[in-house]
């Protein structure tokens, strides 16, 4: 079975300052990692996904995240957080040969100006 | 290029109606998932298309629930009857598929069903 714990149901940040999103992650062989977020009543949007290769992986808007594989842990991170960054954010994982994603419950991120 | 298309945006309906969601995936991909995501949850994969074959649909429960994709493009889900339990929001993603080598879904704004 995969399976991804986000344990923080809420992450507050000063805006100008990092940002951390945690994500742990269980799955059978090696794991596929996927960042998304979603603003309020809008679709999931794709931020970055790990595959194989460098263990630091950039992506859209500022974001990056480090797979850490002997931690089993894909934590989101941007170095100076927007106001505009406030939203959901979910990781999700699968392993490799299996379609379905398992996505965890999510983290509120709310920047305060 | 256009993203995931879903209609209706929002749907009231009484419990023991019918309801039917509409998806038109992004134009290629072969790939196309139904999720439920309940509040304050992840969303939970419903079923998988690969083209026009159902491949994936041990999560839906199929005493109310059904799903087509005759042509291997959109795609619509029908509950009959609609549950109270099932107010929640609807989410459509189509994706190139794994073995293109291209593995993030793309995801429509949903529906929000609410069921009273």
């Known amino acids: 079975a995969q399976s991804v714990a986000q344990p923080e149901d809420q992450v507050n940040v000063a805006e100008g300052n990092p940002l951390t999103v945690k994500c742990t992650y269980s799955v059978s062989g090696n794991p596929y990692l996927f960042w998304y977020v979603q603003y309020p009543n809008r679709g999931l949007q794709f931020l970055l996904k790990y595959i194989t290769g460098d263990n630091l992986v950039k992506g859209s808007y500022g974001f990056e995240a480090e797979f850490n594989k002997s931690q089993t842990s894909f934590h989101l991170k941007k170095p100076s957080a927007l106001v505009s960054d406030s939203a959901l954010y979910f990781c999700?994982?699968?392993?490799?040969?299996?379609?379905?994603?398992?996505f965890g419950k999510g983290n509120q991120v709310v920047v305060i100006p | 290029e256009a993203g995931v298309v879903q209609s209706p945006r929002y749907k009231i309906i009484e419990k023991k109606q019918p309801v039917a969601f509409w998806c038109n995936p992004i134009s290629g991909h072969n790939t196309l998932y139904w999720y439920l995501q309940n509040l304050g949850q992840g969303p939970e994969l419903l079923i998988r298309?690969?083209?026009?074959?159902?491949?994936?649909d041990s999560q839906l429960p199929k005493d109310r629930f059904s799903a087509e994709r005759l042509k291997g493009v959109d795609s619509t889900l029908k509950i009959q009857p609609a549950e109270l339990g099932d107010s929640a929001v609807y989410l459509c993603?189509?994706?190139?598929?794994?073995?293109?080598?291209?593995?993030?879904?793309?995801f429509g704004p949903g529906t929000r069903l609410t069921v009273l």
């Open positions: 999700a994982v699968r392993s490799y040969g299996n379609n379905r994603l398992a």
């Open positions: 993603a189509s994706s190139l598929g794994y073995l293109a080598g291209d593995n993030e879904q793309f």
């Open positions: 298309y690969e083209n026009e074959e159902a491949v994936d």
